[in-house]
């Protein structure tokens, strides 16, 4: 079993800035895709940004594409999600993701459209964006 804790939520104003951090328990990142999502209560959990980890492609939600990062760490078994020009519609609770094994590599951009295509999953971090 992986666990995942997050880290970086906080409140800013609208164009503000906040890098959010995810570590893993064991070292999950060689070959694999991971992701992030959002959700607020009531609606299904939203795909963010999703890696695949090996070859180092990453894929966007058009909401996100050109303001939002996704990278990884493998020597601290760590993935981040730097957000800028962050808007009031970016509010919400954020969640850092992975998949078990290898499988996810080759199919990663797909599962950001699913949360089901993720088995490991952090707490959640809080994002909140005002005017």
């Known amino acids: 079993q992986v666990q995942l804790v997050e880290s970086g939520g906080g409140s800013v104003e609208t164009g503000g800035s906040l890098t959010l951090s995810c570590t893993a328990s064991r070292y999950i990142y060689s070959s694999n895709c991971m992701g992030w999502f959002r959700q607020i209560p009531g609606k299904e959990r939203e795909g963010v940004a999703t890696?695949?980890?090996?070859?180092?492609?990453?894929y966007y939600a058009g909401s996100v594409e050109g303001r939002f990062t996704i990278s990884r760490d493998r020597a601290k078994n760590a993935q981040y999600l730097q957000m800028t020009s962050l808007n009031r519609q970016d509010t919400d609770m954020y969640y850092c993701?992975?998949?078990?094994?290898?499988?996810?590599?080759?199919?990663?951009?797909?599962?950001?459209?699913?949360?089901?295509?993720?088995?490991?999953w952090g707490q959640g971090t809080q994002v909140s964006v005002s005017s």
């Open positions: 890696m695949s980890t090996g070859a180092g492609f990453t």
């Open positions: 993701a992975a998949v078990n094994g290898q499988q996810g590599r080759l199919d990663c951009g797909k599962r950001l459209k699913s949360a089901a295509g993720f088995d490991y």
